[in-house]
């Protein structure tokens, strides 16, 4: 059999074993009104939606849909180009770092939607190209996750993140464009 007939048959195997296939769930990242909004396509159930800071006219934060990759607790930091350019220094594993409590890396170039948003940003288009999140909201997020099983037990890692892969598939979904403010 040709791999990609393999593919299909492995695709299609919950539904042969009489399962249902898992929509998943959809994070919404709107750009042109700076908000986040998620929801369970599988179930029809909503789930919190929270203001953002969303990516610089100079470092626009990509839109399209993108699979997303995990969620990391207490992430570490290192910079990329241009935030070394600015002196930005690798910093270890935190919930006190600039991405704050923890990242879903869902882009390129480590593009994410993290925690460590500062309140007075809210609302603007003014970080290198991530989203970020109050951490309170950012960890809501998580926490319904979870409560929508789609989340699997957090697994320490020898730098001291700590990571939760996902049991069902997530999918980020980033429309617009970023208004000055």
Not at 5 to 32: K, N, Q, S
């Amino acid at each position: 059999m040709r791999p990609r007939r393999w593919l299909g048959l492995l695709l299609a195997l919950p539904l042969l074993m009489g399962g249902t296939f898992d929509r998943g769930l959809v994070i919404e990242l709107e750009l042109d009104s700076f908000a986040l909004r998620v929801r369970d396509v599988q179930r029809s159930v909503q789930g919190p939606e929270f203001p953002i800071v969303t990516g610089s006219p100079a470092h626009p934060t990509p839109t399209g849909r993108f699979r997303a990759h995990s969620v990391v607790h207490n992430p570490s930091w290192e910079p990329g180009y241009t935030a070394r350019r600015l002196g930005g220094e690798p910093i270890p594993a935190s919930m006190d770092g600039p991405l704050g409590v923890g990242k879903i890396g869902f882009a390129a170039d480590g593009i994410a939607l993290h925690g460590g948003a500062h309140p007075l940003l809210l609302g603007k288009p003014a970080s290198l190209g991530c989203v970020r999140a109050l951490d309170v909201d950012f960890a809501r997020l998580v926490e319904w996750l979870e409560g929508q099983d789609a989340l699997l037990p957090s697994r320490p890692q020898s730098d001291g993140e700590r990571h939760q892969a996902f049991r069902r598939p997530i999918q980020v979904v980033v429309r617009g464009e970023a208004r000055r403010p």
